[in-house]
């Protein structure tokens, strides 16, 4: 079964602006990662936020999560048309692996130029 | 490093036909995921390999679909036979205890 719920589901912004993507879960996690994947390609790991963090940036990127709230959300700040890809949470349970994760059904972003 | 390598890119089989995929994971990753995303769909876990023991295989529907890893190093996934609705891309990851790296993945159409 699936446990994190993307929103929205596809999303289409200009270059330069700001794209936010949220992704709430229902159980308890270890912890929250986003992946990146481009058509026809394989997942590309973005940024790893823990359960006892709130708030991580990476590049361009900021992850916030609120555990209270079981959801979390990536920004991609000056959106480039490279940026264009599906993005997908994926959550970690407690005792578990890297690896060992249940995907959302993802966030479809376009940039167009 | 090189990555997660899987073969082959695209597979179109019929119906109750069998097929097998391969992947060989980053050297040195004692950990394997087989992961199946259908289209419109997050990746969904089918099996985990530490080493070349299963970890975890509660999502591999056990009547058609089989995994090994002799040795601990490569691993093949079996579907047989093949149903319509088995259609995805099917992707293999490994890890070394930190992030997970996933391959291409090889694409399977089931006509």
């Known amino acids: 079964s699936q446990q994190g719920e993307e929103d929205p589901q596809a999303l289409s912004i200009q270059e330069g602006e700001n794209a936010t993507m949220n992704c709430s879960y229902k159980?308890?996690?270890?912890?929250l990662q986003w992946y990146r994947q481009n058509s026809g390609r394989g997942l590309v790991h973005l940024i790893l936020?823990?359960?006892?963090?709130r708030e991580k940036h990476s590049g361009r990127l900021r992850v916030t999560l609120d555990t209270s709230k079981k959801s979390s959300s990536l920004l991609i700040t000056a959106s480039r048309a490279a940026d264009t890809a599906s993005y997908f949470c994926?959550?970690?349970?407690?005792?578990?692996?890297?690896?060992?994760?249940?995907f959302g059904k993802g966030t479809k972003l376009s940039v167009k130029p | 490093e090189a990555g997660v390598a899987q073969s082959p890119r695209y597979k179109i089989i019929e119906k109750r036909q069998s097929v097998a995929f391969w992947c060989n994971p980053i050297s040195g990753h004692a950990t394997l995921y087989w992961y199946q995303q259908i289209l419109g769909q997050g990746p969904k876990l089918l099996i985990q390999?530490?080493?070349?023991?299963?970890?975890?295989d509660s999502q591999l529907p056990k009547d058609r679909f089989s995994a090994e890893r002799l040795k601990g190093v490569d691993s093949t996934l079996k579907i047989q036979p093949a149903k319509l609705e088995d259609s995805a891309v099917y992707l293999c990851a490994s890890d070394a205890g930190t992030e997970a790296f996933f391959g291409q993945g090889t694409r399977l159409t089931v006509v």
């Open positions: 936020i823990r359960s006892n963090e």
């Open positions: 994926a959550t970690e349970g407690y005792g578990g692996s890297q690896g060992n994760l249940i």
């Open positions: 390999f530490q080493n070349n023991g299963v970890v975890d």
């Open positions: 159980t308890s996690i270890n912890n």
